[in-house]
């Protein structure tokens, strides 16, 4: 098991949003070594970096959704707007309670306006994609995002998931838009506890896509789509199956571990797992391999093809939970 410790190295090598996730998930570090490393996210790094790129309108890049200007004629989505500035902030790990996570959200609060019909930030807008995404960012940084809440409640179909597209009347729901809200109702309900209704929903949209393996159509049982196979980090509002593995991880503690066979992880992930530990390398790493073009800050890795810490620590965070741990 030699690999291991090499790997370990070389995560804590890193950044210290990448370091306090190793020291938390694949370590038996101490709390307050954890805390300690967190603690850095605001003032070194990558988290002190994008923090300061925030503009004194309280937004990232001119806007919410999209940076200003923006005509649409760039390869790919912008990724340097508000929304996405802050989910990066909130997958660094930047402490909701720091004061530059404070003053941030404050500026957002205050003067962020969602393009779509300039709605306050934390009251969301009308997709129900976005909004999931404001659902986690507001529940993670301490403000009220139960009218959004509220709203997807509504907003949850037949088949147990969501769409962007049930407006224009889609009846089926996506992979991507349901575990984009599902995050947001997981930070909603970590942050409040939720309500019946909310952990019911949570449950109905899990279900959908345990129904599927993470990967398969229900109705031929074949692969939804060949992109699901690539790991992405960022993720942005696209899906993959380490994306939702990682999602189901952080929902199993949620939830004390309730799961079938009396606590262990579900075994309609086995064939998502089995996909994770296939995509082992020799050396132990894993690789980026989906990246999403568009508009960034800065990057954060070394490109499609190359070792990729931030997939390399979820893969491996799946993987501990997933077979008990603490072992790798």
């Known amino acids: 098991m030699g690999w291991i410790n090499r790997v370990l190295d070389w995560l804590l090598e890193s950044d210290p949003s990448i370091r306090w996730q190793v020291l938390r998930d694949l370590t038996d570090a101490p709390d307050e070594a954890v805390r300690a490393e967190r603690a850095r996210v605001a003032v070194e790094g990558w988290g002190a970096r994008l923090l300061a790129l925030q503009g004194d309108d309280g937004q990232w890049d001119g806007g919410t959704f999209f940076p200003v200007p923006y005509d649409g ?130 449950r109905r949209g899990e279900e959908y896509l345990l129904e599927r393996s993470l990967l398969r159509r229900k109705s031929t049982g074949e692969l939804a789509d060949p992109d699901w196979l690539r790991f992405s980090y960022p993720t942005r509002w696209f899906y993959d199956a380490l994306r939702g593995l990682d999602y189901f991880r952080d929902a199993y503690f949620q939830d004390d571990g309730v799961g079938d066979g009396g606590g262990s992880p579900d075994s309609r992930l086995d064939e998502a797992v089995s996909l994770v530990r296939s995509k082992r390398q020799p050396d132990g790493t894993w690789l980026l391999e989906n990246s999403h073009p568009g508009r960034i800050h800065f990057a954060m890795e070394d490109g499609d093809g190359r070792p990729s810490r931030w997939n390399t620590l979820r893969a491996l965070r799946v993987l501990r939970w997933f077979d008990g741990g603490p072992d790798l």
Request: hydrophobic letters at 35%; a negative charge; glycine letters at 14%.
């Open 73 to 202: 004629s760039e390869p790919g989505q912008p990724w340097t707007a508000t929304t996405y500035s802050l989910l990066i902030l909130r997958d660094l790990g930047l402490d909701p309670g720091s004061e530059e996570a404070r003053a941030a959200v404050r500026k957002v609060r205050e003067n962020s306006r969602w393009e779509e019909g300039g709605q306050r930030f934390f009251d969301g807008e009308v997709e129900p994609c976005i909004n999931g995404k404001a659902v986690a960012l507001g529940a993670y940084f301490g403000e009220s995002v139960d009218g959004i809440v509220r709203r997807l409640l509504g907003e949850q179909l037949d088949d147990g998931g969501w769409n962007c597209e049930a407006e224009r009347g889609s009846v089926r729901s996506s992979f991507a838009t349901t575990i984009n809200v599902l995050e947001g109702l997981l930070e909603h309900e970590r942050a409040t506890g939720g309500s019946p209704e909310s952990v019911a929903a949570r």
